[in-house]
């Protein structure tokens, strides 16, 4: 954000909410909802332009673009990016998926790449996961980085069909993220206590399938072989979060990673090929420095 920008809005809401919370509130839901520009690299283009594309229409009325590559009688695996980012984010990925011998899925969330929508939510993120999987059927793998792992997490509430789970450096506590958007925009007390009630008041019927609160969502019991990453060094997501999930899934496997940060872990040789060796087999013993 513009250094200018964020000092105006910080002004504003030390001020405006103190003597008028409801107002500065609303501005709030719509900077935290609103999605920033997402732009693919010229790798990613490229990659795009082998895909088969098609369209997955949710119930909310969004349209996803989504993204095949490979034999559809093959295997699948499934990506979901995070915030700011698009379907092809996982290009490694996918090239090496691909000369492994598999199909692969993947799409634009609500607001991101060609998916229709300005504004979105993490409920949005996991209802897109089982509209996507819908559309496709089962699936060997899932794989998701931060928000994109987020949502895999709450979606798993209420099942996922895939076999397997790949969690690179995942976000998984909402109410860190109301936490750290509030500090940012310095808001007063009372809307630091106030602000994600109304989130739930507002998004609660969204995301009411998933758990009971901010906190019960991100709880889940789907007990599948599942891989986490994540980097000691991620500036974005404290890897403190992942061992928390480590620690509430003993089926789940955290392998801590050493100079890749928050978005280099997608660039990774290593990881690409330490990945594809848990999903040819869910009996893989982690190790990554």
Known sequence: MNPYLLKLLKLYFMTIGWVMPATATRLADK???SVPFSKRRDNEVALLERAEKFTVSMKNGHRLAAYRWGNKADPMIMFVHGWTATG???SHFI???LDEGYQ???YDAIGHGASTGSRTTVPDWADSIHAVSEAVGPVHC??????GGMALIMASNIGLQTQKLVLLSPATSIS???YHFAASLSFPPNMRES???FIWEKYGPIAAKYGGDWEDVMVSDFEVPTLIIHDRDDKEVDIERSKWLAAQWPWAELVETNRLGHRRILLSKKIVAHVSEFVEKSDVKARVS
Do not use: A, E, W, Y
Not at 142 to 147: P, Q, V
């Open 195 to 197: 602000f994600p009630r």
């Open 95 to 97: 090239t090496h998926f």
């Open 104 to 106: 692969v899925i993947s």
């Open 176 to 178: 860190k993220f109301f």
């Open 88 to 90: 092809t984010c996982f």
């Open 142 to 147: 899932m794989i998701g980085h931060s928000m």
């Open 31 to 33: 900077l935290f909802t």
